[in-house]
Each structure stands twice: as structure tokens, then as C-alpha cells.
């Protein structure tokens, strides 16, 4: 559901992960980050969220 409410709002699928880690796995923690930052470069920036021009007051 949320991933749906996302989508709709304009954010890319690739860059919302959702992991279940305990504060025991610090290894898997680091894999995980490790990996979500890699695919997330890897789509470059989030098109919807920039600007085309400056707004002026």
C-alpha cells in the first residue's frame, strides 16, 4: 500500500527498500546499505523531484 501511495506521488520504485534487520546483525545491516545505495546511484537523480527553473519571489 505504501509503496503504491509512493509511486503515485512520483517516487521511483528502486528507491524505496524495505529490510527487516535486528541491532544484532550489523553485518547484514552493512550489506544492505551497501546494496541500497549502489542500485540508488545507479538510477541517478530523482528526475520528479527537480526543479526545471528557479523560482523568484
Known amino acids: 500500500m505504501m509503496k503504491g ?3 503515485y506521488m512520483g517516487t521511483e520504485p528502486g528507491r524505496l527498500h524495505f529490510s527487516w534487520i535486528s541491532s544484532a546483525e550489523s553485518t547484514k545491516f552493512v550489506e544492505v546499505a551497501n546494496t541500497v545505495a549502489e542500485e540508488v ?3 541517478g537523480p530523482a528526475k520528479h523531484f527537480i526543479k526545471e527553473k528557479a523560482e523568484v519571489a
Open 41 to 43: 546511484k545507479a538510477l
Open 5 to 7: 501511495l509512493l509511486e
